[in-house]
């Protein structure tokens, strides 16, 4: 007897491009860089003040050492004129250099610092560049920036704000003599020391102490904290919070004392953010036992150091529930309050604190959860205010990226699923940062790596305050089984999950028929299950999109068999992270065996899986340890159907 095989080959492509509603921007970000063969890491942006965005980010394109790149973006997506298409060379000598940050200088243009070892002297210094808005250095400024600072000691983490009157306040590091401080140094527009300041800036702290931020005081000078730990031990709780006032001159301002005045004790992770009305939030959190963050404090003081009137010397504590978390962002709400970002076991949270001292109504004190919880892996990246008082928040799971919008009372933004926008229907992003934009909208700027997804550069994209108008041709159909007893549907879109959709039936002979709504399978993906089904019969279906007049995905058409058979549906999902879970159905339960094999045609994995016996099944290759790489799954039933598909894995 002759023997036949029949070979089901399946390829996936999903096509589904994210939301957003200025027609110049793609439906999968704009490019920001994109220069092969080069990588990208640490992004980071601010606003031009005109609805675009500055993104610097480390950039290895010339494989000798880490160069630092910008390039501005408009509020409509296009590269602004004068921009090179891969982004400017703010600092591309052959030296080690790195954690880059950006911002605006109130002119159109910005200002950039970063680490910088060209000096083998001093070790490590921390250098700025001023560019305008058209992507020339200021007049004055040395290619390749200049100096913050050249004292002998490695110095980085530096932060600069803008100091109200055209120049810059400077924050950093310094280690020497393996003994970390903090310092401050105050430059005019044109690079140099403000008057009254030393040309490598003032010492705030001499005693061990790190990770130091500044705010401008209104009058010139300015204030500065940081995170001490003076009384002898590394540990979190022997942390304190400090922080010192100087005068526009340089001075200690009047009753602050040399190395600082005590602001939090047993607190760490010292974050200010000025309150728009002459004084300042001091963001901290209190470590648990095991090193990460027990709950957050939310203070406010006037520039003396002393509550705001209202407050209490604790100010308002946030998150305060069994469990660690960490990754604190805050953002002011451009209404004189603040905005708070962690991550938890809960996923990524968020909170609003009002200027009088309370929470926002709506939003829980424990933190609102705006990530997906089923999914877990999430990290939070960014904040940025939407003018209204609500804010966006951006958020990484295992690789795709997601943006959520959160109203000023603590919802979700109209038109906005209940977990965000994935930032593209492209399979790895990653740190997606946030800046906000005009309108009260948001521009995402975020990752893509070769080795991981089918693109790879620096993309952006921007989302509006009521997100896009949900659409048919976003949703793509993932997957169709059919069995004797029933019909499996799946179909992905971004925010998929939070449409208003209903499954839709037809028949050769009968017109369209509405069905229950299909089931939430994730942020960006829809299942249905239809099990009033008759064997032999041939079905189509499509989903209904509403929110407005009502659109239709494209009508698929499924045969029901009169009994089961031999289907292999591959990995889902695919690609698959982890360990994957193989999805196939099988005829009876006559021997059957589930194989992965690599590209060469090497068998990896071998599984005897008939006794699982006729119907629709899954099984998870916990044992696998299958490297990323495309694979073929292939399914043998007593040796006369098989099935194979292709497959990938990414981790």
């Known amino acids: 007897m002759r023997v036949h095989r029949l070979i089901l080959s399946v390829l996936l492509v999903l096509t589904a491009p994210a939301g957003t509603a200025l027609a110049t921007w793609l439906p999968d970000g704009v490019p920001v860089c994109t220069y092969p063969p080069c990588e990208w890491a640490n992004p980071r942006l601010a606003p031009d003040g005109t609805g675009g965005v500055f993104v610097v980010w480390e950039d290895y394109r010339s494989g000798l050492a880490t160069d630092i790149y910008l390039q501005r973006l408009t509020a409509g997506g296009d590269r602004a004129a004068g921009w090179p ?12 250099k790195g954690d880059p940050v950006v911002v605006a200088d109130g002119q159109g243009g910005c200002f950039v610092t970063w680490y910088d070892r060209r000096n083998p002297a001093t070790a490590g210094d921390v250098f700025v560049q001023r560019v305008q808005a058209d992507g020339t250095l200021a007049p004055g400024w040395p290619v390749n920036g200049q100096p913050v600072t050249l004292e002998p000691g490695i110095d980085g983490a530096a932060r600069p704000v803008l100091d109200g009157d055209g120049g810059l306040l400077v924050a950093w590091m310094a280690n020497l003599n393996t003994v970390n401080t903090v310092w401050i140094q105050h430059l005019t527009g044109s690079g140099t020391p403000a008057p009254g300041w030393p040309s490598d800036g003032i010492a705030a702290c001499t005693l061990p102490s790190l990770f130091g931020f500044a705010v401008p005081d209104g009058s010139g000078g300015a204030m500065m904290v940081w995170t001490d730990h003076r009384r002898g031990c590394s540990t979190p709780e022997c942390y304190d919070i400090y922080g010192a006032r100087f ?23 010292a974050i200010p953010i000025a309150d728009s009305a002459g004084g300042f939030y001091l963001i901290s959190s209190t470590p648990n036992e095991y090193d990460f963050d027990a709950s957050y404090s939310v203070r406010r003081l006037t520039m003396d150091g002393t509550p705001a009137p209202g407050w209490t010397a604790r100010g308002v504590v946030v998150g305060e529930v069994p469990g660690d978390r960490w990754g604190i962002i805050p953002a002011a709400d451009e209404l004189g309050g603040v905005l708070l970002s962690w991550y938890e076991a809960r996923g990524v949270c968020a909170v609003r604190v009002l200027p009088s001292g309370t929470v926002a109504p709506g939003w829980p004190v424990e933190g609102l959860v705006v990530s997906d919880p089923t999914l877990g892996g999430d990290t939070n990246y960014g904040i940025a205010a939407d003018g209204a008082g609500g804010g966006y928040f951006a958020f990484q799971y295992d690789y795709p990226s997601y943006v959520q919008h959160i109203t000023a009372a603590g919802t979700v933004a109209p038109r906005w699923p209940p977990y965000g926008f994935r930032v593209a229907s492209t399979f790895s992003h990653f740190t997606p940062q946030l800046a906000p934009s005009s309108n009260g909208g948001a521009i995402a700027v975020w990752e893509e790596r070769c080795s991981i997804g089918s693109r790879c550069g620096l993309f952006a994209q921007r989302f509006e305050p009521e997100g896009p108008a949900p659409t048919a041709v976003q949703l793509s159909l993932v997957s169709s089984v059919a069995s004797q007893d029933r019909v499996v549907l799946v179909w992905d879109g971004p925010g998929a999950g939070g449409l208003n959709v209903a499954v839709e039936r037809r028949t050769d002979e009968s017109a369209w028929q509405p069905l229950r709504p299909p089931d939430r399978a994730g942020p960006d993906r829809l299942r249905y299950e239809d099990r009033s089904v008759v064997p032999g019969s041939r079905y189509a279906y499509r989903l209904a999109v509403g929110g407005g007049a009502t659109e239709y995905t494209r009508e698929v058409w499924v045969d029901v068999p009169l009994g089961y058979q031999v289907a292999l549906a591959g990995f889902r999902p695919n690609p698959a992270s982890g360990a994957p879970v193989v999805a196939f159905a099988l005829a009876d339960r006559a021997p059957a065996t589930l194989e992965v094999l690599d590209v060469t045609g090497r068998r990896l994995v071998s599984r005897e899986v008939g006794g699982l016996g006729a119907g629709a099944h899954t099984l998870r290759l916990e044992d696998a340890a299958l490297r990323p790489g495309m694979y073929w799954i292939r399914l043998i039933q007593s040796d006369a159907v098989r099935a194979s598909v292709r497959g990938l894995v990414t981790r």
């Not at 891969?86 to 080690?96: D, K, N, R, T, Y």
């Not at 009047?254 to 005045?261: D, F, K, S, V």
Request: glycine share 12%; with cysteine.
């Open 85 to 96: 298409a891969e982004g400017l060379a703010v600092c591309a000598s052959q030296h080690p």
């Open 247 to 269: 005068t526009a001159e340089g001075a200690l301002a009047p009753g602050w004392a040399a190395n600082g005045n005590l602001l939090a004790p047993v607190e760490w992770r």
